[in-house]
């Protein structure tokens, strides 16, 4: 396997461009570039022949046709043209290198040694829970085993969230469409899924209500969930009560009285879950959020915490960097396994396998899906990958958790949280109010979208840009994850942004 140690960083800025590394060919625009205007590049100026958006590619030097192009000290596509310096590298000169399934060889890790470092501003107010994890919130969910009880469930949590505010911090339900007329696998990930949502730390009770007729049976579901983890769980199908809203606030008045009796109690970042997830991503995201959660990863994986990363398409074309930094063997052979399924589960549909940047994510100033995977991976820090786990399995060992999703912002932050993450790290270039059942932090690459969407954004990582010290910048931000896991809401929670999808891809009855 080729080796993919971390480059030469140049991290060269200027008022114009920001060159992440040394070996790179491009440098990325931190304004809008005019034609014919001259910039500094490190040590020498550049003529900009062309304009280039804020967030897009300059050349800094020449490529033939045909010829790799290089960012973050590596390959990112193909010249398809000859590119000059002073030039945009944009869709127009440059194309994807990947195209199917590949092989990889074991060399042994190189993820760093094992520590447990004291982070500062590593400690946090949670609740512990009698199996030892512990939850930034002290919730009542309502999960359904299928679509057509969705709107019972959200009546029910309306209802009780008015009755019992004050008592819990929330009562909230997640409807979703699934549940019948699945077959096979996609009703078994539909099962997997909501049973690790029921065994969540983040609820101090769970009402799971089912219809009665639908495939995802009760009875099935609760297998599912260890006997000494059914304390908290109240259920029942609507078509066995005469009256299912009255049985369903009945049940939420029984788990309130158990919740209410919980207190947060002081935890370290070693209890600490947290979920990384990138969406709507620009030319930023790769060299300010990405990188700026990667170094919180590597801080909660260094107390004993866990992080978990996910979007496996997303990190096709950078996923030797996870590969090296593999535990053991057998967790190098996990990786292989989800990241060449996946590929095959693309060309199975007759997909290309870089079916992606998106529209978003290209006028943002991504080109290829190479691009887009170095700059996400960052959000993995330097952490050692302990464990790789199938969609809605559940985290076991601290450490980087690597967990088969797709890159849907919606499939893949539910299945973060099913995996156990209490709290989620989500960067972002373009924007999204979306929100999930944990808090949901949403981080901006640039500091125009934070000032544009202030009422969607947490954190404002263009800042790093600027700062004398990256490291005081996430100082700042841990403040904020510590101030959050104690409770201060999200503006996904301010703004009523929680919802949960199902990754669904075989047959519809």
Known sequence: MQT??????????????YRVSTEDDV?????????????????????????????????????SAGQVVRK???????????????????SHNLETLLSGADEYEYGGSSAPAASKAISKGGSFLGYRRANGKVGTRNEIWILCTVGCVGRTAERIARLAAQKYAGRVDNVVAFPHQFGCSQLGGDLDRT???????????????????????????????????????RARIRYFAAQATEDETEAGLQAVEELVQLAEKDRRVACGLDDLVVGLKCGGSDGFSGITANPLVGR??????????????????EIFGAEQLLMERAASREVFDGIVTIVNDFKEYFLRNNQPVHENPSPGNKAGGITTLEEKSLGAVQKGGHATV?????????????????????????????????????????????????????????????????????????????????????????????QLIVATASGQPARNELNEQREIAIWKDGVTL
């Open 4 to 17: 993919m140690n971390a480059p030469a960083a140049a991290n060269s800025v200027s008022p114009a461009v």
């Open 27 to 63: 440098a990325v625009a931190l304004r809008d570039l005019a034609a014919q205007e001259t910039i500094a590049v490190g040590d020498r100026s550049v003529l900009v022949t062309v304009a280039i958006p804020r967030g897009h590619k300059l050349a800094i030097r020449p490529v």
């Open 72 to 90: 973050y000290g590596w390959p990112i596509g193909r010249a398809t043209a000859d590119i000059a310096v002073g030039s945009h590298v944009h």
């Open 191 to 229: 099962r997997r899924l909501i049973a690790g949502l029921a065994r969540h730390p983040n609820a101090g009770g769970v009402l799971i209500l089912g219809l009665g007729c639908e495939s995802n049976q009760l009875s099935k579901l609760l297998s599912e969930i260890p006997e000494a983890e």
């Open 296 to 313: 919180i990863a590597d801080r909660v994986t260094e107390a004993g915490g866990t992080a978990v990363l996910t979007e496996i398409p």
């Open 386 to 478: 302990t464990q790789v786990l199938r969609y809605g399995e559940r985290t076991t060992k601290p450490g980087l958790t690597l967990l088969e999703a797709p890159g849907n912002d919606g499939v893949s932050s539910t299945a973060l949280v099913a995996a156990g993450a209490t709290i989620l790290l989500f960067t972002t270039g373009r924007g999204t109010p979306l929100g999930f059942p944990v808090p949901t932090l949403k981080i901006s690459s640039n500091s125009v979208l934070a000032q544009h969407k202030a009422h969607w954004i947490d954190f404002d990582a263009g800042k790093a840009l600027t700062a004398v010290d990256p490291e005081t910048v996430t100082d700042e931000f841990l």
